[in-house]
């Protein structure tokens, strides 16, 4: 047995899996959380066993991985005997220097801190996070796998901004994507599901969660993808716009006074189907709208009408379609909105089957009908498993 620790570090929390690589199945889970603030909290669940909890004063990561570590002896697996092999840590902006995965020395630090100007949130809780571990596993290699790396592919055309270019280049200003560990498995897992070769298939991966993204796949390779500079451009999501004219921000801020500061928090935090409706949760935007209720309805509408456009536009990218797929939270769990989303399209060879669509399922499935032109599936993602699979591959 050998297995990898995958750690998902956010400024004031971390999340980890523990995952055996010969079987690819969790050993365990956990997460620690509220760290430097008065009281932290840890949950910790080996894999059969009960989900163990606690509260305790957490002041930084490193306290944090300690913290792990102890329900790790205290619940199992023990890691002495898990021979693990490599910690694998998501990073969710590698620029254009970081093409895949790439084992972590000082200067691969280094630079994934230079990148925090692209993702401020993001890339200073990743190093916090990386230090910590490494102190706490400092005889296996560690390992980042970039939300970004997949879409390296991406032709020029697709990234490019019609911005100067002088400035472009000099701040980094092009298209990065994100979601890209999750488009990647789900894509090549929709491959494996059909018994067809990857290399031959046109996949348009939907991935909606909070974040949502779509992504253009041609034979395995991301062509294009709705996120952009940052994860906030493309669909409509829980609380960010997605696509809108930047010269709503220019008015305003011209005409109603709103600060840089405040527009990035009205785009990113109160924005989307929050923005819409008062509720970020798509579950209850769903219920309200099945009660009747018209601006629920109003909201899933702008939600689809954006989920088709992008669909068209990689139907074109692709010249072609094979398979669309749809993964995370609301993908993987809304019979009602993926029928919403794809309504219309039958004429471009779509067609959902509703007695295979509205069952709830947790399984990877066909929910098109069997004359559909194009196989629309629904694909459980498995992020973690991806950075898993990354890491092993790179050390
Ligand atoms: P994250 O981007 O945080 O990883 P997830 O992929 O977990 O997000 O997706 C969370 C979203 O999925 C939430 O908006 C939640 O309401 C939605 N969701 C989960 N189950 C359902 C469901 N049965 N119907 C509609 N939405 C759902």
Do not use: W
Request: hydrophobic share 45%; proline share 4%; charged share 15%.
């Amino acid at each position: 047995m050998s297995a990898v620790l995958v750690i998902n570090s956010g400024s004031s929390s971390f999340k980890y899996q523990l995952i055996d690589m010969q079987t690819e199945t969790e050993l365990a889970s956990g997460l620690v959380e509220r760290i430097g603030e008065a009281s932290g909290h840890a949950r910790h669940t080996a894999a059969g066993s009960d989900r163990v909890e606690q509260t305790l004063p957490i002041p930084d990561h490193t306290a944090g991985f300690a913290v792990m570590l102890a329900a790790f002896a205290a619940s199992g697996p023990q890691l002495s005997t898990a021979n693990l092999v490599a910690v694998g840590h998501r990073v969710v902006q590698g620029g254009s220097i970081f093409q895949g995965p790439t084992v972590i020395d000082d200067e691969v630090l280094a630079q994934i801190s230079a990148l925090s100007d692209l993702a401020p949130l993001h890339n200073p809780a990743h190093v916090q996070g990386i230090n910590a571990a490494r102190a706490q596993f400092p005889d296996v290699p560690h390992v980042a796998v970039f939300d970004t790396s997949f879409h390296q592919t991406m032709p020029a055309p697709a990234y490019t901004y019609a911005i100067d270019t002088a400035l472009a280049a000099e701040y980094g200003i092009r298209r990065y994507g994100a979601h890209g560990s999750s488009h990647k498995f789900v894509s090549e897992a929709a491959a494996e599901f059909l018994g067809r070769p990857l290399a031959e298939l046109k996949t348009i991966v939907l991935h909606l969660g909070n974040g949502a993204s779509a992504c253009a796949v041609d034979g395995g390779k991301s062509i294009d993808t709705s996120m952009g500079l940052t994860p906030l451009q493309g669909l409509v999501m829980g609380t960010r716009s997605g696509d809108i004219d930047p010269a709503v921000l220019f008015h305003l801020h011209r005409k109603a006074g709103m600060s840089i500061e405040e527009l990035d928090t009205l785009l990113n935090k109160k924005s989307g189907m929050l923005g819409l409706t008062g509720n970020g949760d798509m579950r209850d935007v769903e219920d309200a709208a099945i009660a009747g209720d018209a601006v629920a309805q109003a909201a899933l509408d702008v939600y689809y009408h954006r989920i088709r456009g992008y669909v068209g536009n990689y139907i074109a990218q692709l010249g072609g379609l094979d398979v669309i797929v749809f993964t995370a939270g609301i993908g993987e769990n809304s019979g009602i909105i993926r029928a919403g989303a794809l309504a219309g399209l039958e004429f471009l060879g779509i067609e959902i089957d509703p007695a295979k669509n509205d069952p709830f399922s947790r399984a990877a499935r066909v929910i098109s009908t069997d004359d559909s032109k194009v196989t629309v599936l629904v694909i459980p993602t498995n992020e973690e498993l991806e950075i898993a699979r990354q890491t092993l591959a790179v050390i």
